[in-house]
């Protein structure tokens, strides 16, 4: 089996930083990529940034400049460095991972249970 376990989520004034972290666990051959989403209510689940496994980075309009994506991948984790948030960033952010758990087998996507992020005076 394999768990997405995330933290650093809460609330924090606007134009202030939270880190949210995110590791996994469990049987574990090969990780692609890795990534954070994030759901505001309401609306569509949306991609914030993601990593590949060589730290190639991709970040949404709306976040680039902001958040830092990064990568461990001998611990298997996966961090989101967020400043100057605004309420907009306001939402449950997932942690996503695409993982192989048996060198045959084909890649699945796994997710966390996701953690609230509150941006709000």
């Known amino acids: 089996q394999v768990q997405l376990v995330e933290s650093g989520g809460g609330l924090v004034q606007p134009g202030g930083s939270l880190r949210l972290s995110c590791a996994a666990s469990?049987?574990?051959?090969?990780?692609?990529?890795m990534g954070w989403y994030r759901q505001a209510l309401g609306k569509q689940r949306e991609l914030v940034a993601a990593?590949?496994?060589?730290?190639?980075?991709n970040y949404a309009d709306s976040v680039k400049g902001r958040f830092t994506i990064s990568r461990d991948n001998a611990r298997k984790t996966v961090a989101l460095q967020m400043n100057s948030l605004k309420p907009e960033d306001t939402a449950v952010y997932y942690c996503?991972?695409?993982?192989?758990?048996?060198?045959?087998?084909?890649?699945?996507?796994?997710w966390g249970q996701g953690t609230q992020v509150t941006v709000s005076s």
């Open positions: 469990g049987s574990i051959f090969s990780i692609r990529d």
């Open positions: 996503n991972a695409q993982i192989q758990t048996v060198s045959y087998y084909p890649l699945r996507d796994y």
């Open positions: 990593v590949t496994s060589v730290g190639s980075r």
